[in-house]
């Protein structure tokens, strides 16, 4: 059994950190302000829908997906956009988690995208349930 301990870690270890679901189902988005950690009312709105309708979702996660253009030449604002990216993350699962959602949660930054000041959530099922299977990229 100890022999298998280091080989399964070693194998953990090369997976790809990112995963999605194929076909999960698009709930919200949460739009920030430029330069700001914070959603808006109509973000708040759209989080505290998603709150009441959770007990309709079946068993799954939520994926938490921000996107930035990482190709920025200016290391300083590069480190930055990751920063507000995070925080950005951050203020979506503290709130969510403070209202008792029911269900866990996993994030996601794209640096290869577009930066919108958009958070995009979306229910992935477990395979087990009949959804879609997480897939890593």
Known sequence: MAGKFPLLL???????????CIGGNDLVEVEFGR??????????????????????????????????????????????????????IERVKDYLTKKQLP???????????DEDRILSLTFCEHEESGGTPLVAE
Do not use: C, V
């Not at 070693?10 to 999605?20: E, I, K, V």
């Not at 269900?103 to 995208?113: Q, S």
């Open 103 to 113: 269900h866990p949660m996993i994030t996601r930054i794209l640096t290869a995208g």
């Open 10 to 20: 070693l194998s953990l270890l090369t997976l790809p950190a990112a995963a999605s």
């Open 35 to 88: 330069n700001s950690s914070y959603f808006n009312h109509e973000g708040k709105t759209e989080l505290d829908k998603l709150l009441a309708d959770s007990q309709q979702l079946t068993d799954g996660y939520l994926l938490l997906e921000f996107s930035f253009n990482k190709q920025i030449s200016d290391k300083k604002l590069r480190e930055y956009n990751m920063w507000l990216a995070q925080r950005r």
